[in-house]
């Protein structure tokens, strides 16, 4: 017992002693560890009687537990003696100015977008959307594409895999799948614009797997051709901020639409730099830029309207044309590649909310 009684000595003042974490940690593997002292002596037991073993091995429990609690609060000095000095060393100086950041840049498409919206909101267009997985009927057969019309091959369509009973889906070509959701959901009148993705199976410099449009539809009973080319003509000259822009209508075929036209608007191609404007002011060249027509009594029959008494028009167009044409980004792809140094020169403020009043950019 003396002799414990001198190790426990021994022990507890190295620990008192220990200067820092490693020397505590270097006393306790001494004392606790594998080959330590107190370990040695927890080793002798067995080679005692029945009652020397459980006075001894009393002794020896209660020497560990006093010597484990003291490293315990030790280590726990030491830990809170580093964190109040690494406290103390990473202090920040509040008074300092802050670090200048970089702000933040809308994409072109997101700012194409709201400039669009704003456009025929002031029109009197309301926004519609619908999900990019469509069925066949909403994405072909409602749109006046039957089964089999050739029509169909033109839009390289992403199929899902068929569900039970038959039942085929597909990543929407267009938007125009909205259209019918709007006619079937709501009577008419109908005023509204629809953009969001659609995907098609191309990829070149003109052409990504997936891509924006926006549409508009309008359906009452007196809508004609002439308010269709009013509404087209107010738009190109709104969002390219243009006045006076010459607008051709070309004679073109869609299935959902009859007649049908491509507009085109008055440009110049001259010294290589594309301007758009009235012909009168030296735009002699055509640049086609959306497609259009008067919603085709078939479709207007296959959403539950009468042809004889409701009629209208659509038109659509490529949001990343569009963008490409006003802001001069020569290639579709570079719009999906995430480069930050692209978006820093084609991206806009994230305050510069485009309106007609205070101006659609900055």
Same mark, same amino acid.
């Given at each position: ?26 006393? +306790? ?22 009652? &020397? +073993? *459980? ?27 580093? /964190? ?11 008074? /300092? @100015? ?6 933040? %840049? ?8 709201? =400039? ?31 089964? !089999? ?7 390289? %369509?992403?199929? /899902? ?10 990543? *929407? $070509? ?11 959901? &709501? ?7 629809? @953009? ?18 926006? =549409? ?22 709104? #969002? ?7 607008? +051709? ?7 959902? $639409? ?15 730099? /594309? ?6 002011? !030296? ?25 004889? =008494?409701? &009629? ?5 167009? !490529? ?13 579709? *792809? $570079? ?5 930050? *140094?692209?978006?820093?020169? #084609? ?11 205070? !101006?659609? $950019?900055?």
């Amino acid at each position: 017992m003396d002799t414990l009684e001198a190790l426990r000595a021994e022990l507890l003042e190295a620990v008192n002693a220990a200067a820092d974490a490693d020397a505590l940690e270097a006393v +306790r593997i001494a004392a606790l560890g594998k080959k330590g002292r107190i370990t040695d002596l927890m080793k002798t037991l067995g080679q005692m009687d029945p009652d &020397q +073993r *459980r006075t001894f091995g009393q002794a020896v429990n209660t020497v560990k537990d006093e010597l484990s609690a003291l490293l315990d609060a030790r280590k726990a000095t030491f830990a809170e003696a580093a /964190l109040n000095a690494k406290l103390a060393s990473e202090r920040i100086d509040v008074s /300092l @100015p802050v670090r200048p950041e970089r702000d933040g %840049t809308l994409h072109p498409i997101s700012q194409t977008y709201d =400039e669009v919206v704003a456009i025929f909101g002031q029109m009197g267009f309301a926004v519609a959307e619908g999900p990019d997985i469509e069925d066949d009927f909403h994405n072909f057969t409602a749109l006046n594409f039957p089964p !089999g019309h050739p029509a169909r091959e033109m839009h390289d %369509t992403f199929f /899902l895999q068929e569900q039970e009973g038959g039942v085929r889906h597909l990543l *929407r $070509t267009h938007t125009s799948p909205v259209q019918i959701r709007t006619m079937l959901s &709501q009577k008419p009148p109908i005023r509204v614009i629809i @953009p969001g993705r659609t995907y098609r199976c191309d990829s070149d410099m003109t052409h990504t797997p997936m891509f924006h449009q926006i =549409e508009g539809l309008v359906i009452d009973k007196a809508t004609h051709m002439g308010h269709l080319k009013g509404c087209l003509k107010e738009f190109v000259e709104s #969002y390219f901020e243009v006045s006076n822009v010459t607008v +051709r209508f070309r004679p073109s075929f869609f299935p959902f $639409t009859e007649p049908s036209a491509e507009v085109d608007i008055g440009c110049s191609r001259k010294g290589g730099e /594309l301007r758009i404007g009235a012909r009168e002011d !030296g735009c002699e060249d055509w640049l086609e830029i959306l497609g259009c027509g008067m919603v085709h009594p078939n479709v207007l029959k296959a959403c539950g309207l009468d042809p004889e =008494e409701y &009629q209208g028009f659509a038109f659509g167009m !490529g949001l990343e044309r569009i963008a490409m044409l006003k802001y001069g980004i020569p290639d579709l *792809r $570079t719009f999906f590649d995430s480069d930050v *140094r692209w978006l820093k020169h #084609y991206g806009f403020g994230p305050h510069d909310v485009p309106s007609l009043t205070g !101006g659609l $950019t900055r």
